[in-house]
């Protein structure tokens, strides 16, 4: 499985935008590019996922980089509730991989009131 | 709509017991998935279902057994428990692979074994 290289933590203020990087250098044609963010005590919430183009939704953009070989989570104005692990996964779309996420350690999100 | 449910959200068992976490999705999904997840840790999948009536296993599927009898219904087994299978354990769900959208997760099952 193609593998991703996040940072350990970030520190962010309220109401300031943040940009998570991941690396995936090793990403396939037929990988989709997902995050997930786990808060405290909670499982894992899908945030966003794309493939080739930058994707909107209501709780994140996704930027992927025109040779896919990284990507930024941006959280346009942090709150208080967005402090979690966020993580960047490749899904593949093909073969025997049957859609699993295979997890890292992520990246801690702090928010400072 | 309940989502994943998982039961029972914590339990403690003594070395050697046996005990069986159930997982069930009201969304119609295919897939059902079962991942460990140790303190300061990602999430590690133990096993997983394409369908009623079939299995698979992931990465750390050792001491594990799950059983995907009725489609809504995910079973993760413990036959003899280890210490080193205290942990938390979330069962996910997605719709199919073809469009690998998103996987809805439960809550947690803590499990501690003594």
């Known amino acids: 499985d193609a593998k991703t290289t996040q940072p350990n933590s970030m520190e962010s203020n309220e109401e300031e935008p943040v940009h998570l990087p991941c690396n995936h250098s090793t990403i396939s044609g037929t990988d989709y590019i997902h995050w997930y963010r786990q808060l405290p005590s909670q499982g894992p919430e899908y945030v966003i996922h794309g493939l080739t183009s930058n994707v909107n939704n209501r709780m994140a953009s996704l930027a992927i980089a025109e040779d896919r070989k990284s990507s930024t989570l941006i959280l346009h104005r942090a709150t208080l509730r967005d402090a979690a692990v966020y993580y960047c996964?490749?899904?593949?779309?093909?073969?025997?991989?049957?859609?699993?996420?295979?997890f890292g350690q992520g990246t801690i999100l702090t928010v400072h009131p | 709509n309940a989502g994943v449910t998982q039961t029972p959200k914590f339990r403690v068992l003594k070395t050697g017991q046996s005990m069986t976490l159930l997982c069930a999705q009201d969304?119609?999904?295919?897939?059902m998935y079962w991942y460990r997840q140790d303190p300061g840790m990602g999430l590690r999948l133990i096993h997983y279902?394409?369908?009623?009536?079939?299995?698979a296993k992931g990465e750390v599927p050792d001491g594990y057994n799950v059983s995907r009898l009725k489609k809504q219904n995910f079973l993760l087994g413990l036959e003899s428990a280890a210490p080193s299978q205290t942990s938390v354990y979330f069962c996910a769900s997605s719709r199919d692979r073809v469009n690998p959208g998103e996987l809805f997760f439960g809550e947690g099952s803590r499990l501690t074994v003594l």
């Open positions: 969304m119609n999904h295919e897939y």
């Open positions: 996964i490749l899904r593949s779309a093909g073969g025997t991989s049957y859609g699993k996420l295979t």
């Open positions: 279902s394409v369908g009623e009536g079939t299995t």
